[in-house]
């Protein structure tokens, strides 16, 4: 049978298509059947991220950075927080270029407090690398973090207290224009971290590790140091006997006068010393070292500012006393300085000493926040010393801090910060501030439920100053009030005066912050340590058990037990 072209090409196109279709339908169904299984995927892969943020405070957050992260259910937790901690780290370098940009841009239009502002904020940043490398680096290893909870949490801690600081800088007027800029990007990074800082709290605390080997204090057996000198447990490694025998010793003489104990470098005004100021003396000092390096300063006053870089480690400051050995200077905000950078001595590198000396910001009342002393130093020490100031006198700003029968003075807020700080057989003395300003003794400013920071006053004397002694029923006088919405301060088997207001303690606004944050008292003495007619916030606790109260210990707290051992400084590790 003959077909026409025409109807020949018309059949061959039909049987074509069909075979086309019978294609397409094979394609569609095999997608349709694959479609659950990938759905299915997904949801797994959700349930899972939602589990892991389960307890954060930013979970939408944390859920959107975890999703990212490829085959999730084979991903333990230590590599989900080594990941969050790259992530963040990004979120570090994209607001330093922001910040950076901000200033090359405004360069001629900044005020004077704007650009030490910008300066903080980038140095502060830097500070937040370094501390989230370390965490990084104690996640390492067989051991991974269980055995190191503490440090991370003290780093990952450091690393959020930094961002506001930042902000802060930029709180105070025109320059919260240039806050908003720049805020975005800070807040991330916080909430980063406070995601981090949830999910530490699902690892189990320390395991036997064949990978440690411990003693007191622990220490890895290789020779690798962190930054800081320390080792990857976060704990000193330069206590030799030598130290010890140098650190017990209360007053050094300088070379070649015969005694058998010999400092570092000396100080000294009338030019019998290596310098006669002591930024020399800190510049000279070994950088990155891995043992005690001594600072002898004479007596005299030495009027400057001087800053302890964080290369500057194990650096030792040791005078004649309080009142003979003095370092003076007046930065003030009201000046055009941050409070931040207001500091007459700042210390960051790590294992810093200070002994038997004064440190005095004289900008008086009227220039309001003028620094002492900042310290951001960990495991930072300071014995026999005396901090004199008036608004922000101690900035206790971050990490692990001890201070040991020291005297402060000031008037508002004049013992603040975000350390994990505590004050053993202390001093504490308010002063008479300006007309209608009041007086309060502390300002913590922990940001975050889980931030292991709090401001411990143990076994102190709470009282006024000779100036207010006189007239201290004309100011009204606190032991304490919010600065962050965690904030987090306990005063313990201390002596305190009738200056102290009945109601003890001071909102910051309103009722910020009254239900989040954690005021204790716990056995204090005195007419002021009355607790019967105190605030009622939901935040404010009377102690009533010395299990309780010995969380807040040296002990416990800055466990003090693996570092302070060393220093020659004297200190009792729980209540008493």
């Not at 600081?165 to 105070?172: A, P």
């Not at 400057?304 to 009142?323: A, S, Y």
């Not at 009201?334 to 038997?356: E, M, N, P, W």
């Not at 201070?403 to 202390?426: H, K, M, P, S, W």
């Amino acid at each position: 049978m003959n077909i026409p072209r025409k109807t020949k090409f018309s059949l061959t196109s039909t049987i074509s298509i069909f075979t086309i279709f019978l294609l397409m339908l094979k394609t569609t169904l095999k997608a349709t059947s694959q479609k659950p299984q990938i759905h299915l995927h997904v949801q797994n892969h959700l349930q899972l991220a939602q589990s892991h943020c389960d307890g954060t405070l930013y979970t939408d957050l944390c859920i959107s950075t975890l999703s990212n992260i490829p085959h999730l259910h084979k991903k333990s937790l230590t590599e989900i927080l080594r990941y969050v901690i790259s992530v963040t780290e990004a979120e570090v370098r994209a607001s330093a270029t922001n910040i950076s940009g901000l200033e090359s841009v405004n360069r001629h239009t900044l005020s004077r407090l704007q650009h030490f502002a910008v300066r903080d904020c980038l140095e502060l940043l830097a500070d937040t690398t370094d501390e989230l490398d370390t965490v990084l680096d104690e996640m390492t290893g067989q051991c991974g973090p269980s055995n190191n909870v503490s440090n991370i949490r003290t780093y990952l801690s450091a690393a959020m207290t930094y961002q506001y600081t930042c902000l802060d800088g930029f709180d105070v007027g025109s320059s919260k224009t240039l806050r908003r800029l720049i805020e975005t990007g800070l807040l991330n990074i916080t909430h980063h971290v406070s995601n981090s800082l949830a999910m530490l709290n699902k690892i189990r605390g320390p395991r036997h590790c064949k990978d440690k080997t411990m003693s007191s204090p622990p220490y890895h057996d290789d020779d690798l140091h962190d930054r800081n000198g320390l080792d990857r447990a976060g704990l000193p490694r330069w206590m030799e006997k030598k130290d010890r025998r140098l650190l017990q010793t209360a007053k050094p003489a300088s070379p070649g006068s015969g005694t058998t104990t010999q400092v570092d470098i000396v100080v000294a005004k009338d030019g019998s010393g290596n310098f006669t100021t002591i930024r020399e003396a800190v510049a000279a000092a070994r950088n990155w070292s891995t043992t005690r390096f001594v600072i002898y300063i004479k007596t005299g006053a030495y009027f400057e500012n001087v800053e302890v870089k964080k290369k500057k480690t194990n650096i030792m400051f040791l005078g004649d006393g309080i009142g003979k050995t003095v370092i003076k200077a007046k930065r003030n905000v009201a000046d055009g300085y941050t409070t931040f950078r207001s500091a007459t001595l700042a210390v960051v590198g790590a294992g810093f000493i200070a002994k038997d000396l004064t440190v005095e910001n004289y900008a008086g009342p009227a220039k309001h926040q003028a620094v002492a002393l900042r310290s951001g130093s960990d495991f930072s020490a300071f014995y026999r010393c005396s901090f004199i100031g008036y608004q922000d006198t101690l900035y206790t700003h971050s990490l692990r801090q001890f201070y040991r029968e020291c005297d402060i003075y000031g008037t508002v807020d004049f013992i603040f910060g975000n350390a994990a700080v505590v004050f053993q057989l202390c001093n504490l003395y308010a002063r008479t501030p300006l007309p209608n300003q009041k007086n309060v003794y502390t300002a913590q400013s922990r940001k975050d439920p889980n931030q292991n920071t709090g401001i411990s006053i143990l076994n102190c004397k709470v009282a006024p100053a000779a100036d207010l002694a006189a007239n201290k029923t004309a100011y009204k006088t606190f032991l304490g009030r919010p600065w962050k919405d965690y904030s987090r301060t306990i005063f313990m088997l201390s002596y305190i005066d009738d200056v102290v207001d009945p109601a003890g303690w001071l909102e910051w606004s309103g009722d910020f912050a009254l239900s989040t944050l954690y005021y204790g008292e716990y056995k204090n003495r005195g007419p002021g340590a009355n607790t019967s007619a105190r605030v009622t916030w939901p935040g404010y606790n009377v102690i009533n058990n010395s299990s309780d109260a010995s969380n807040f210990t040296v002990g416990k707290f800055i466990l003090g037990g693996e570092w302070l051992q060393s220093y020659g400084i004297p200190y009792y590790l729980d209540l008493d």
